[in-house]
């Protein structure tokens, strides 16, 4: 989760209780009745019903890359006028997104209307993060694969090919895309009016429908 909740949620079979544990915590719960143990579907479920949608996307696509659960058992659970929102939250999923920090960046600039590419390959370069719109590249930097010094020297080697190769890119961190996503749109708009050429980049290439997606170049 990005953020905490306001307040717990727990799963119950009974309600006798309830008021009691309220009480004991100083705190009011959201209850969700269930059979219990719960499953990790179940969690998700719980999590697409009561979560943001930006939340419950976080969650939902940490779990499929886990293989904690699969896209069709969570869509067989679905059906019904009940499960509104949580159908919007499935489609929304991009399962080569490899980071919390990749799901927010594309959660927001879909909501500003631009078209995202997750895991692109470039010749002699690798895999960049993000492309936008087919002519930006976004790089991610998360601090926990960035500070040792063999992502150090990798990232030096991919930002020199992106200048050689005359691609743009933004590399931004977890505080500007997460804190304030509008100034991430903002700066993400600027940077589109300088580098928009006349025709789609014919050097990014999609992944695949299958497998993990690598950041280094075959």
């Known amino acids: 989760m990005l953020q905490t909740p306001d307040r717990p949620h727990l799963a119950a079979n009974h309600g006798y209780r309830e008021a009691c544990l309220e009480a004991l915590l100083r705190s009011p719960i959201r209850w969700h009745r269930a059979r219990l143990p719960l499953t990790d579907l179940d969690v998700v479920l719980q999590v697409l019903h009561c979560a943001s949608v930006l939340e419950a996307l976080v969650v939902l696509c940490s779990v499929v890359r886990f293989g904690q659960v699969r896209v069709p058992q969570v869509r067989e659970q679905l059906t019904g006028r009940n499960h509104t929102k949580a159908r919007q939250v499935l489609a929304r999923l991009d399962v080569h997104s490899e980071s919390a920090l990749e799901v927010v960046s594309r959660f927001h600039l879909e ?4 078209q995202v590419a997750s895991q692109v390959y470039i010749p002699g370069l690798g895999r960049a993060d993000q492309l936008v719109d087919g002519v930006l590249a976004i790089e991610l930097m998360g601090k926990a694969y960035h500070l040792s010094s063999e992502a150090f020297t990798e990232d030096l ?6 200048t050689v190769s005359g691609i743009p890119v933004l590399r931004v961190g977890y505080a ?3 804190h304030h996503p509008m100034e991430f749109i903002a ?6 009016q300088h ?9 990014a290439r999609e992944p695949g429908s299958g497998g993990r997606s690598r950041r280094n170049a075959p």
Not at 195 to 203: L, V
Request: charged share 20%.
């Open 111 to 114: 909501e500003a209307s631009y």
């Open 195 to 203: 580098t928009r050429p006349p025709g789609p980049a014919s050097w």
């Open 187 to 192: 700066l993400v708009h600027r940077a589109l």
């Open 157 to 162: 080697r991919r930002f020199n090919q992106y």
């Open 176 to 178: 500007l895309v997460v």
